[in-house]
């Protein structure tokens, strides 16, 4: 995307009519895809809980008390085990996920790159959401096989402070940097319903259009209420909400995988059908997101079947670069 976009222009998109919005970002999405593939993705709490940031939508935050306890890093081969069944599943992306704050030097990271190795060899994009890395750190993860790294911005810079004190915005664009610097892809997106404004949602939209390198994947999140968090009392965004934000992201990012993330289990066939329309071209499948519910794989099954919608081949961007 042009870095010398401004967000006025993405707030002209993100306000146009809806029916007009799905439209232009149903034509830019088969432009640059194929409507009827969907990536099916399944993301992996390999540790959980214990987590000392204050993010006020997570359940996995020490501080605060929601009955997620705290678990030790899992074993490289339950790991492994866990991303064959996916795969078996119809999963062409894996994603692991680690309540930290930060990637530490140590035993820990080192059995991660060998989990990165191992879903490497199975011959599914391996991502990863470790909190904030180093350049070096994010290296050593490419050197393993990693295919993508996901580091939300979460929402916009100004709205930030009001969810998050225990790291900043920069620290976030930061790790993006680095992860992109190494050759590896970056998945950055956010979550709407905390309390922002449509504003943030459109702040957070031109921070990510106007990187100087588009993320590859960007979900988008609907805030899933977990009680014992300080947006326990938070309402459902509307559908409506996340199509707005969806196609806007499809418009501001044609190659960018969309995801239609955290949320879904609230929404019905038909809904996550409009989402589809609107540009979005990748789902997590399974019981959990990390802590929090999702569809079953009955149920995504029948929506493909219904919608006559296929599992997109993993690695299809850098084969369709490779032609």
Same mark, same amino acid.
């Given at each position: 995307m042009n870095p010398t976009l401004s967000k006025d222009a993405v707030?002209?998109?993100?306000?146009?009519?809806?029916?007009?919005?799905?439209?232009?970002?149903?034509?830019?999405?088969?432009?640059?895809? #194929?409507?009827?593939?969907?990536?099916v993705c399944t993301l992996l709490s390999v540790k959980t809980g214990g987590c000392p940031e204050d993010c006020a939508y997570c359940p996995q935050a020490a501080r605060y008390h929601t009955g997620v306890q705290a678990h030790k890093l899992m074993e490289v081969d339950e790991v492994l085990s866990a991303?064959?069944?996916?795969? #078996?599943?119809?999963s062409t992306?894996?994603? @692991?996920?680690?309540?930290?704050?930060?990637?530490?030097?140590n035993r820990d990271f080192d059995k991660v790159l060998e989990m990165v190795k191992g879903v490497n060899q199975l011959?599914?994009?391996?991502?990863?959401?470790?909190? @904030?890395?180093?350049e070096t750190q994010a290296q050593k993860l490419k050197e393993a096989g990693l295919y993508a790294y996901n580091h939300n911005l979460d929402t916009s810079e100004e709205f930030y402070g009001d969810i998050i004190s225990t790291r900043t915005y920069d620290d976030r664009l930061?790790?993006?940097?680095?992860?992109?610097?190494?050759?590896?892809?970056?998945?950055?997106?956010?979550?709407i319903g905390m309390g922002e404004s449509h504003d943030d949602r459109i702040g957070m939209l031109h921070t990510l259009a106007s990187l100087p390198e588009a993320p590859e994947s960007v979900p988008v999140n609907a805030l899933v209420a977990v009680e014992g968090t300080p947006l326990e009392h938070q309402k459902r965004v509307s559908v409506w909400d996340m199509i707005r934000m969806i196609a806007t992201a499809r418009i501001l990012?044609?190659?960018?995988?969309?995801?239609?993330?955290?949320g879904r289990v609230d929404m019905t066939m038909e809904?996550?059908?409009?989402?589809?329309?609107?540009?979005?071209?990748?789902?997590?499948?399974?019981e959990k997101l990390l802590t929090t519910p999702n569809p079953d794989v009955d149920a995504d099954q029948e929506m493909f079947q219904t919608l006559n919608i296929r599992p997109r081949p993993a690695f299809k961007a850098q084969k369709l670069e490779a032609v």
């Open positions: 707030r002209e998109i993100y306000e146009s009519p809806i029916l007009e919005l799905i439209y232009r970002a149903a034509t830019v999405h088969r432009q640059h895809h #194929d409507p009827q593939e969907v990536q991303a064959q069944r996916a795969k #078996d599943a119809g992306r894996f994603c @692991m996920g680690a309540a930290w704050r930060e990637v530490r030097d011959d599914m994009e391996v991502c990863c959401t470790l909190g @904030m890395l180093s930061q790790t993006i940097n680095h992860v992109q610097k190494v050759g590896i892809s970056a998945c950055s997106g956010g979550i990012m044609p190659k960018a995988m969309v995801r239609l993330s955290a809904e996550q059908a409009l989402c589809f329309m609107a540009g979005a071209n990748s789902i997590f499948a399974g």
